[in-house]
C-alpha cells in the first residue's frame, strides 16, 4: 500500500535562512500546504526569529531551533530550559559529551528533541585537520554519534553521505538530520558533502533539512512539494 504524503511532510525541514522576520513569513505564507517543518538558525533568531518561533507553533507548525549550543554545563542546561520553554520541537548542540549530557538531564520529561551536530557539512578531511583533529570526518562523526547515543539524545545532525554508517551506530528510533541536502542539478553553494532527498532518505535519515533550494525557488511552494514527494517515492 503507498504511504500518503502527509505521513512523512514534517521529514521536509526548510530552513528559513533569511534576513528578516517579515521575509520569513511571507516565505511560510508561499509554501504553506507543501510543509509544515521550519528551521530557524542565528541569522533569523537575531532579527526576531525567537517570536516567530512561537507564531509558527501557534499555528500548528514544527520549529526546529538550529543554535549549536556550547558552552558551560550551567549555560547549556539554561539554555535548554528556555528552549522547552518555548515549546520548539527540536534543538540542535555540538556533540561533545559534557554538554549533551547537561541538555539532556535539563530536557528531562519534555517532548523536545536534542540533536547533536557531529561535523558541519561545510567541512570536508582538510578542514577538520586544519581544526586540529586527526583522522577522517567519518572517523569523528562516528564518535561523535556513539556519544550522543550514549548521552540518550533525541538524535544527531551529520551530512547525508554519513547517514547510513551512522544509522547503524543510532538504531532505528534516534532522530537523524541530515544539512546538505540537494535537489538533483541543484548548485551545491557552500556544502561540501551533499546528497539527493532520496540518496538521503534511502540511507537512514530521518529529517532533511533544505534551505536555499527551496526558498530561493521561484515557487517555493513546488519545490517543497517535489522534495516531499521524492521522501514519499524513497519510503514506497
Same mark, same amino acid.
Do not use: W
Given at each position: 500500500?503507498?504511504?500518503?504524503?502527509? @505521513?512523512?511532510?514534517?521529514?521536509?525541514?526548510?530552513?528559513?535562512?533569511?534576513?528578516?522576520?517579515?521575509?520569513?513569513?511571507?516565505?511560510?505564507?508561499?509554501?504553506?500546504?507543501?510543509?509544515?517543518?521550519?528551521?530557524?538558525?542565528?541569522?533569523?533568531?537575531?532579527?526576531?526569529?525567537?517570536?516567530?518561533?512561537?507564531?509558527?507553533? +501557534?499555528?500548528?507548525?514544527? @520549529?526546529?531551533?538550529?543554535?549549536?549550543?556550547?558552552?558551560?554545563?550551567?549555560?547549556?542546561?539554561?539554555?535548554?530550559?528556555?528552549?522547552?520553554?518555548?515549546?520548539?520541537?527540536?534543538?540542535?548542540?555540538?556533540?561533545?559529551?559534557?554538554?549533551?549530557? +547537561?541538555?539532556?538531564? +535539563?530536557?528531562?520529561?519534555?517532548?523536545?528533541?536534542?540533536?547533536? @551536530?557531529? #561535523?558541519?557539512?561545510?567541512?570536508?578531511?582538510?578542514?577538520?585537520?586544519?581544526?586540529?583533529?586527526?583522522?577522517?570526518?567519518?572517523?569523528? #562523526?562516528?564518535?561523535?554519534?556513539?556519544?550522543?547515543?550514549? +548521552?540518550?539524545?533525541?538524535?544527531?545532525?551529520?551530512?547525508?553521505?554519513?547517514?547510513?554508517?551512522?544509522?547503524?551506530?543510532?538504531?532505528?528510533?534516534?532522530?537523524?538530520?541530515?544539512?546538505?541536502?540537494?535537489?538533483?542539478?541543484?548548485?551545491?553553494?557552500? $556544502?561540501?558533502?551533499?546528497?539527493?532527498?532520496?540518496?538521503?532518505?534511502?540511507?537512514?535519515?530521518?529529517?532533511? #533539512?533544505?534551505?536555499?533550494?527551496?526558498?530561493?525557488?521561484?515557487?517555493?511552494?513546488?519545490?517543497? $512539494? $517535489?522534495?516531499?514527494?521524492?521522501? #514519499?517515492?524513497?519510503?514506497?
Amino acid at each position: 500500500m503507498a504511504i500518503k504524503e502527509d @505521513v512523512f511532510r514534517d521529514r521536509l525541514i526548510v530552513a528559513l535562512d533569511l534576513a528578516s522576520v517579515t521575509e520569513a513569513r511571507d516565505m511560510v505564507r508561499r509554501i504553506a500546504g507543501a510543509a509544515n517543518n521550519y528551521k530557524i538558525g542565528y541569522q533569523l533568531a537575531l532579527a526576531g526569529g525567537i517570536e516567530l518561533a512561537r507564531e509558527l507553533k +501557534a499555528e500548528g507548525n514544527k @520549529v526546529f531551533l538550529d543554535m549549536k549550543l556550547l558552552d558551560i554545563d550551567n549555560t547549556v542546561a539554561k539554555a535548554v530550559e528556555s528552549a522547552v520553554a518555548l515549546g520548539v520541537d527540536m534543538l540542535t548542540l555540538h556533540a561533545y559529551p559534557k554538554a549533551m549530557k +547537561a541538555a539532556v538531564s +535539563a530536557a528531562k520529561g519534555s517532548n523536545l528533541c536534542l540533536l547533536g @551536530v557531529t #561535523v558541519l557539512t561545510s567541512m570536508d578531511d582538510a578542514d577538520i585537520a586544519d581544526a586540529g583533529y586527526s583522522g577522517s570526518v567519518t572517523d569523528l #562523526v562516528g564518535k561523535r554519534a556513539m556519544q550522543a547515543r550514549e +548521552a540518550e539524545m533525541g538524535g544527531i545532525v551529520c551530512s547525508p553521505q554519513e547517514a547510513m554508517a551512522m544509522r547503524t551506530i543510532l538504531g532505528p528510533s534516534m532522530a537523524l538530520v541530515t544539512p546538505g541536502v540537494r535537489p538533483a542539478g541543484s548548485d551545491h553553494g557552500d $556544502q561540501k558533502r551533499v546528497a539527493t532527498p532520496s540518496q538521503a532518505m534511502a540511507a537512514g535519515a530521518s529529517h532533511l #533539512v533544505v534551505g536555499r533550494p527551496v526558498t530561493g525557488a521561484a515557487d517555493p511552494r513546488l519545490a517543497a $512539494q $517535489q522534495i516531499v514527494d521524492e521522501i #514519499v517515492s524513497t519510503m514506497n
